[in-house]
């Protein structure tokens, strides 16, 4: 976790959810007249939650206006890509939900941070995932395995009874 930085690159993002059927081309076209030539993040924000609360499927993104805030690279991998290669303002083509492939996402990012500092609940996120890309090599590198039969299940419960006994 000491190897997690506390600085890094960060975009703000938004999403929307919707279904395939859903007419995309009318919420492109609503996004691009609230937008017109102002592309400042506070209006970027104010017209992507305006879309949002119109047109998305999710009633999360409904309630937050589709706002994600600040994230940095390695808190959302499956779907960084998508968004990390966005220019301030565009539309991201629709992307496939991972949990439901009726849904399509389409991000967007108002803002752009080279550096700056990671709040705690991302940091955890990240430390999280250095960890479980540490144990996964090592089990690559060792053979592990665990033996659970009628001798230490019975060894639990006593254990068990003994704690709740307490």
Do not use: C
Request: aromatic share 8%; charged share 30%; hydrophobic share 35%.
């Amino acid at each position: 976790g000491d190897q997690v930085p506390t600085m890094s690159e960060q975009v703000y993002v938004h999403r929307i959810v919707i279904n395939a059927q859903d007419e995309v081309d009318i919420m492109i076209t609503k996004l691009r007249d609230l937008v017109i030539d102002d592309k400042s993040p506070q209006n970027l924000r104010t017209a992507f939650k305006v879309i949002a609360r119109e047109f998305s499927r999710d009633t999360e993104t409904q309630q937050s206006g589709g706002d994600l805030g600040w994230v940095p690279r390695g808190v959302d991998e499956d779907y960084e890509d998508v968004f990390f290669d966005l220019e301030i303002s565009e539309l991201s083509k629709p992307v496939p939900n991972i949990d439901n492939p009726h849904e399509l996402y389409f991000f967007m990012v108002s803002d752009r941070a080279d550096t700056s500092l990671i709040n705690e609940r991302h940091r955890d996120i990240l430390k999280t995932g250095v960890l479980q890309n540490w144990l996964n090599e090592e089990r690559s590198n060792h053979d592990v395995h665990a033996v659970f039969n009628s001798e230490i299940y019975d060894w639990m419960l006593k254990q068990l009874k003994i704690t709740t006994s307490i």
